[in-house]
């Protein structure tokens, strides 16, 4: 029977400091999970759809967890994959130090970004959500937080961090041993600034994939997904900025009449259009300059 320290170092998993290709949970890019605000947002998000429910619930003290948040868990997700795919023992308890954790996310490293960490930390933990996601059934529920628990340890002398110690929800993990539900992503998604942006990329990602012809989704869905606080009308003009700009990576964007009078959003990998359409070409992105 294994002593207790060898049980604790068996239920670690120790992440890397290497860059890793990147991996989302698909569960969680297809339906409105985060709020896309940086303000606190304390209105809970109810959705249903034919064949899924979701409830989030935010802390009452801390907020919802934002989209922003969820970069800890594509790093998390993007980790664990790594290590799968490898063949090494994983685990949903993860251990890392928060400077390499806000590098790895393409964050600076100053000490009021190791406060946002932290506040991030706090909102995936306190925020509730109740799916029927995964389950047979829309009567049938899981509820669970994001993150179960954290922890960071301090070195008494220098008063500096040591480290912190992340236990994932089990509903999470179990989704990222899943390879199925796992889609790759890449790095220049960190460089997104909107809220909305975000969103729309992990959803374009979803739906459109590398698909020859495309996708497209009349945008009063879209509104419904997002899960937004937004008037119809402010969410319509912040899509038009959006796609007027055509800067999300990978995916060239377009707004088009429906057969309704509705409008559209059509969405194509750039790799798919013709080379002679203007928006073939990659295009040039202004990424952060972050300290070496």
Same mark, same amino acid.
Request: with cysteine.
């Given at each position: 029977m294994a002593g207790k320290q060898e049980r604790r170092q068996l239920d670690l998993f120790v992440a890397t400091l290497t860059d890793l290709p990147l991996r989302d949970q698909r569960e969680t ?70 400077? %390499?954790?806000? #590098?790895?996310? *393409? &964050?600076?490293?100053?000490? !009021? =970004? ?6 991030? @930390? $706090? ?110 009308? %402010?969410?319509? #003009?912040?899509? *038009? &900025?959006?796609?007027?700009? !055509? =800067? ?6 377009? @707004? $088009? ?36």
């Amino acid at each position: 029977m294994a002593g207790k320290q060898e049980r604790r170092q068996l239920d670690l998993f120790v992440a890397t400091l290497t860059d890793l290709p990147l991996r989302d949970q698909r569960e969680t890019m297809e339906r409105p999970f985060f709020s896309l605000s940086k303000s606190p947002r304390f209105e809970p998000i109810i959705y249903e759809s034919r064949d899924a429910f979701v409830r989030v619930s935010p802390s009452t003290t801390y907020g919802m967890a934002t989209i922003w948040d969820a970069d800890i868990l594509i790093w998390a997700a993007s980790q664990i994959n790594e290590a799968h795919e490898q063949g090494l023992a994983t685990s949903r308890v993860i251990r890392v130090h928060p400077y %390499d954790l806000l #590098r790895s996310i *393409r &964050r600076h490293t100053g000490k !009021d =970004q190791y406060e946002r960490l932290r506040d991030a @930390l $706090r909102r995936l933990q306190s925020t509730s959500i109740e799916t029927s996601i995964r389950a047979k059934g829309k009567k049938r529920l899981a509820q669970f937080s994001w993150i179960e628990s954290w922890a960071e340890m301090i070195d008494d002398r220098t008063g500096r961090s040591d480290g912190m110690k992340i236990t994932l929800s089990e509903w999470f993990y179990e989704g990222i041993l899943d390879q199925q539900l796992l889609l790759a992503i890449p790095a220049e998604y960190f460089d997104l600034t909107g809220g909305i942006e975000r969103w729309l990329f992990r959803l374009v990602r979803k739906h459109a994939g590398k698909q020859t012809g495309g996708w497209a989704c009349p945008v009063a869905t879209l509104h419904q997904k997002s899960g937004s606080t937004q008037r119809a009308s %402010d969410f319509r #003009r912040d899509l *038009r &900025r959006i796609v007027k700009a !055509d =800067q999300l990576p990978e995916y060239h964007l377009e @707004l $088009r009449d429906g057969e309704r009078d509705d409008l559209v959003l059509w969405v194509i990998r750039r790799d798919k259009l013709h080379p002679s359409h203007p928006a073939s070409a990659v295009i040039a992105r202004r990424r952060r300059h972050l300290p070496a």
